[in-house]
């Protein structure tokens, strides 16, 4: 039985701790990030709680009930892509990801959690016959986004190395 150095056992130590120094810093960022993000559209729920609370027309009027939607949908989105990035970071120590694709990941989910709220919001600010305005285009990209971001993940946790 061939006994392993300890020169050798350090060197695989290393290596295993390796992806988890290299995730440090999206960690932090994630954590940052989504923090910041449930702060931002809770406050914004907040304030569609108020329009609701103060019977705001511009908000209520069956007239503007696509705006109501749209604005919700962007404040719901947005509080749970905020979680969904505490989840990321949470979860980035676990999992067997390389440092590209957490890279990868990190950018398609931030970006999602930016574009996807922002689309419906501003795609309630100027509506069409009951249509949301031009915005809402943004919404199918971060949706996409969104879906690579979570793959990349899953993939990571299904890896064997």
Do not use: C
């Not at 999206?26 to 914004?44: I, Q």
């Not at 990868?104 to 249509?131: E, K």
């Not at 969104?146 to 793959?151: D, P």
């Amino acid at each position: 039985m061939a006994k392993k150095s300890p020169a050798a056992a350090a060197k695989r130590e290393r290596s295993e701790d390796a992806p988890v120094a290299q995730h440090e810093a999206l960690v932090r960022r994630h954590l940052a990030f989504g923090w910041w993000a449930l702060a931002l559209f809770t406050t914004f729920g907040l304030v569609l709680e108020a329009g609701h609370g103060l019977k705001l027309g511009w908000y209520l009027d069956v007239t503007n009930a696509t705006r109501r939607l749209s604005f919700t949908l962007g404040h719901a989105h947005g509080t749970l892509l905020g979680l969904v990035n505490v989840a990321f970071a949470l979860s980035l120590r676990h999992t067997k990801m390389s440092a590209v694709s957490a890279a990868r990941a990190s950018f398609a989910l931030r970006l999602a959690t930016v574009l996807m709220p922002l689309g419906f919001i501003l795609g309630g600010v100027s509506f069409y016959a009951g249509d949301p305005g031009l915005a809402i285009v943004l919404v199918p990209p971060a949706a996409l986004l969104l879906v690579y971001a979570v793959v990349l993940v899953a993939r990571g946790f299904s890896a064997r190395r």
